[in-house]
């Protein structure tokens, strides 16, 4: 079954409306009726995994209920059906983040698994000792960590763009930092922790105009601001559904065919291969070739669902949603007192990182679950930003297509509140 | 329904402001560090042991208000103590913090009893044991930092 060629599958598309109802997109989300600890649930923590609308629920259950069977083998009506679910959602994939070929579009378990499988199928065969891979200092550890190991494994080593006080990248320094030994970039298109919106076009053309690939961590990018990988000249992109409205358990890879092709396989098993025999072993064609074993069917599914949901909403009216809300929110923060925003960058998506007095954040956010708010605590998987700034720790909100002014309000209500208990 | 009170009583609040037994110890014979990754909290604690006994105990570092509070609370509380009178002590507090008050108990744990509200709050639990795990670690000779992980 080759994707692309599903037939009956095209949800019918009626143009989206330009602004979105904050109310009635909240009413989708079936969990979000629920009180915490006596108070209406406040969920500020979209950036650690967003809810997921009845649609994508459905979508799942529906799944399990009338299509589920193996992909891409049985001959029986089943299998027909999975399989056609599991490549539609693949093509939807594809279009959402404006890929030219869905072949392209390979299924992972998340940001992370994705950003493993480039450095060890292409950074191993790209890195050698002396080498140079380069990250940037904002980064999410899974973006991170795998380049770590990958420079270890062949004596390379791993350079750092640093970040302004302001919480941008200082891109002088990229410059100075893309050198003739420079190997591969990987830098992120939103910052899960300070919200910096990166210039992804402008790194990715200064790092290709010295020979550089680069990957992209689109984990909190996709949902925010959306992507169009083919303008953007990204070599790899990578991504989460569970970031995304969708399930967790799924993700994307996408890269350039030309680099996929070339790609030694990753994992061994079944899918991946033409033919088996104990002497030699024939791969598969794309996507699969990076597909082994049976996939998260249902999570595709579900996957497909989100991207549906999302695009029925209209991604730039998601996206102005957010920026409205997100100005509110710091505009709100600013008044209360002694609190700090960490960064101020050029461009803010999605999330804001904080500090309040001295009031350790991990009080802070169990003050404010009491108040049935829900913040995120901690480095956000980002220590090496954290120590950038200072800090252990910062108080995180980060806001998603259901969140409302509402919800800024009883923020900023519960950090007077949390003000009191350490005053 | 647990109030907010319940965990940061007066006490805590107070000891996590101006903690006690706070800073270096000249002399020490025992230290360790302790580190709770999920939010950041750092401590090394710090014990002067003689003749068996516990003479004086201090801690530094940072962290949320209750691992603070613990620690301070902890250094009065174990001071004049010895290695096996200390571990019975912890397994009371590791009790306080993850059960609750339990009748008959309060009188042996003292001043550690205003912690009797973190049980209500799972996540914190880590924050409050913090530094016993550290000085546990201390007087167990042990060199790598002990982690709540």
């Known amino acids: 079954m080759t994707p692309g060629a599903t037939q009956a599958g095209e949800t019918l598309r009626r143009p989206a409306p330009a602004r979105l109802d904050p109310e009635a997109v909240r009413g989708e989300f079936p969990i979000l009726r629920q009180t915490v600890r006596g108070k209406p649930l406040v969920y500020l923590d979209s950036a650690a995994t967003t809810q997921k609308p009845r649609a994508v629920i459905e979508a799942i259950s529906r799944y399990y209920e009338e299509d589920n069977a193996n992909v891409h083998r049985g001959v029986h009506l089943l299998a027909e059906r999975a399989t056609r679910a599991f490549e539609e959602a693949r093509v939807k994939l594809a279009r959402l983040i404006g890929a030219a070929d869905p072949h392209e579009v390979i299924f992972t378990r998340g940001t992370t698994e994705s950003i493993n499988l480039v450095a060890q199928t292409f950074g191993r065969t790209r890195v050698g000792a002396g080498d140079e891979v380069l990250v940037t200092g904002m980064e999410h550890h899974s973006n991170i960590v795998p380049w770590q190991m990958l420079c270890e494994e062949k004596g390379a080593s791993l350079r750092v763009v640093p970040v302004t006080d302001a919480g941008d990248l200082d891109l002088d320094a990229l410059e100075g930092l893309l050198g003739p030994r420079t190997r591969l970039l990987a830098v992120t298109q939103v910052s899960n922790a300070l919200g910096t919106v990166n210039p992804i076009d402008e790194i990715v053309a200064r790092a290709h105009a010295k020979g550089v690939p680069v990957l992209v961590d689109g984990a909190q990018g996709v949902p925010h601001l959306g992507v169009d990988v083919r303008a953007s000249g990204a070599d790899f992109y990578a991504f989460s559904g569970h970031k995304m409205y969708g399930p967790t358990g799924i993700g994307v890879l996408w890269g350039r065919r030309e680099h996929l092709d070339a790609m030694p396989p990753w994992q061994g098993g079944g899918d991946m291969i033409l033919s088996v025999t104990f002497e030699k072993t024939t791969f598969n064609a794309l996507p699969y070739k990076f597909e082994a074993g049976t996939p998260d069917i249902a999570g595709a599914v579900g996957l497909g669902a989100a991207v549906d949901w999302m695009s029925a909403l209209g991604l730039p009216a998601i996206a102005a949603h957010e920026h409205e809300l997100l100005a509110y929110a710091l505009e709100a923060l600013a008044g209360v007192p002694e609190l700090r925003l960490l960064g101020r960058p050029r461009r803010r998506a999605g999330a804001v990182s904080f500090l309040l007095g001295d009031v350790h954040p991990h009080d802070m956010a169990t003050v404010l679950d009491r108040h049935g708010i829900a913040i995120r605590a901690g480095h956000h998987c980002a220590q090496p930003l954290m120590r950038r700034f200072g800090v252990a720790a910062t108080a995180r909100a980060s806001f998603a297509v259901y969140n409302t002014r509402a919800d800024v309000d009883a923020l900023v209500r519960g950090l007077h509140a949390v003000r009191e208990v350490f005053a | ?149």
């Not at chain 2, 101006?18 to 270096?24: A, E, L």
Request: aromatic letters at 6%.
């Open chain 2, 1 to 149: 329904m647990s109030d907010l009170t319940d965990l940061y009583q007066d006490v805590v609040l107070d000891h996590g402001r101006r903690p006690r037994n706070f800073g270096p110890l000249e002399g020490a014979t025992h230290r360790a560090e302790g580190l709770n990754p999920l939010c950041g909290d750092h401590f090394t604690v710090y014990a002067k042991v003689d003749g068996g006994v516990l003479r004086e105990a201090k801690f530094e570092g940072s962290g949320c208000a209750i691992s603070k509070a613990s620690a301070s609370v902890m250094t009065g509380a174990v001071k004049g103590k010895t290695a096996a009178e200390i571990d019975a002590l912890f397994e009371k507090f590791h009790r306080l913090v993850t059960e609750g008050p339990k009748a008959g108990e309060e009188a042996d744990l003292g001043k550690l009893a205003v912690f009797g509200g973190v049980h209500e709050f799972p996540a914190r639990v880590k924050c409050a044991s913090l530094a016993w795990h550290a000085l546990r670690s201390a007087l167990g000779g042990k060199a790598e930092p002990v982690s709540t992980e």
